[in-house]
T-cell receptor
Framework: GAGVSQSPSNKVTEKGKDVELRCDPISGHTALYWYRQRLGQGLEFLIYFQGNSAPDKSGLPSDRFSAERTGESVSTLTIQRTQQEDSAVYLC???????????FGQGTRLTVV | AQRVTQPEKLLSVFKGAPVELKCNYSYSGSPELFWYVQYSRQRLQLLLRHISRESIKGFTADLNKGETSFHLKKPFAQEEDSAMYYCALNRRSQGNLIFGKGTKLSVKP
């Protein structure tokens, strides 16, 4: 389909390892968001990309977290030296423009053991 | 501080009963508010937005700027309404969405 695609769907990693999560937004969508959803918690904003503007990184919890986006296409969220508290579902969403409906991916479930 | 508050983690009602999911926001600018829903094993999806003033699946929500609220209502709940509901604020000046912690609605037969 033409929805937001995230990979992998599940990732188990050892504490201290780096992980990279991928998001393929809907083609033509200029805005892209990353959120974290811990078990039993709401959606925690991580980072927002809008076109070629500087990303809003205000939600990144530590310098172990970083994200990149190439133009208006794929984005990768990287977590370095993973910790157990990083275990969560990481959700990506995209929208056509700023301030329009966001479409979500299925998420990547990250488990740090 | 900009935030969205959903005071109830869980709301349980019987089929046919009215339901109201509460949402309050804090935002100094002109807010744009949404309700998103996540059914079991499905993606998070938009339910409705305040600017559309529409009714979706029997749900309505009115923005009350005086009370800074955007409560979601349905007069007669159905079992298929059971899901997680998230209230979201679009911060126009920054363009990104922030979400409340969500309310799990359980509609019992």
């Amino acid at each position: 389909g033409a929805g937001v695609s995230q990979s992998p769907s599940n990732k188990v990693t050892e504490k201290g390892k780096d992980v990279e999560l991928r998001c393929d937004p809907i083609s033509g969508h200029t805005a892209l968001y990353w959120y974290r959803q811990r078990l039993g918690q709401g959606l925690e904003f991580l980072i927002y990309f809008q076109g070629n503007s500087a990303p809003d990184k205000s939600g990144l919890p530590s310098d172990r977290f970083s994200a990149e986006r190439t133009g208006e296409s794929v984005s990768t969220l990287t977590i370095q030296r993973t910790q157990q508290e990083d275990s969560a579902v990481y959700l990506c969403a995209s929208s056509l423009y700023q301030n329009t409906e966001a479409f979500f991916g299925q998420g990547t479930r990250l488990t740090v053991v | 501080a900009q935030r969205v508050t959903q005071p109830e983690k869980l709301l349980s009602v019987f089929k046919g009963a009215p339901v109201e999911l509460k949402c309050n926001y804090s935002y100094s600018g002109s807010p744009e508010l949404f309700w998103y829903v996540q059914y079991s094993r499905q993606r998070l999806q938009l339910l409705l937005r305040h600017i559309s003033r529409e009714s979706i699946k029997g749900f309505t929500a009115d923005l009350n700027k005086g009370e800074t609220s955007f409560h979601l209502k349905k007069p007669f709940a159905q079992e298929e309404d059971s899901a997680m509901y998230y209230c979201a604020l679009n911060r126009r000046s920054q363009g990104n969405l922030i979400f409340g912690k969500g309310t799990k609605l359980s509609v019992k037969p």
